[in-house]
């Protein structure tokens, strides 16, 4: 994997439909803006956007599911865990 729109090609071919809702193109929107930033900032940013979604009904368990098995297979373990905590939160909401 080159990059992370190469991964959401490879993984459903349409990012669209991927992951749901163009889940994908907000990651990578949100990504560009935090470029040269830290991870943690990144992180935060991406959780603020699934969390406004999920309180409009923008974003279901289900989306959330499918983001995380595509983006499961590129993460060590450690960031697998830490996805797996912000998702649990996430469907919390």
Same mark, same amino acid.
């Given at each position: 994997?080159?990059?992370? #729109?190469?991964?959401?090609?490879?993984?459903?071919?349409? +990012?669209? #439909?991927?992951?749901? #809702?163009?889940?994908?193109?907000?990651? *990578?929107?949100?990504?560009? +803006?935090?470029? =040269?930033?830290? !991870? %943690?900032?990144?992180?935060?940013?991406?959780? %603020?956007?699934?969390?406004? +979604?999920?309180?409009? =009904?923008?974003?279901?368990?289900? !989306?959330?599911?499918?983001?995380? *098995?595509?983006? *499961?297979?590129?993460?060590?373990?450690?960031?697998? %865990?830490?996805?797996?905590?912000?998702?649990? !939160?996430? %469907?919390?909401?």
């Amino acid at each position: 994997m080159r990059d992370f #729109n190469d991964y959401a090609k490879n993984a459903g071919g349409d +990012n669209k #439909n991927a992951a749901g #809702n163009g889940l994908f193109e907000t990651v *990578s929107r949100i990504a560009k +803006n935090f470029d =040269g930033k830290g !991870e %943690k900032d990144l992180l935060r940013a991406i959780f %603020k956007e699934a969390e406004k +979604n999920k309180r409009a =009904g923008t974003l279901s368990n289900a !989306e959330i599911d499918g983001f995380v *098995s595509l983006l *499961s297979p590129a993460l060590d373990d450690r960031k697998r %865990k830490y996805l797996k905590k912000i998702v649990e !939160e996430l %469907k919390k909401i």
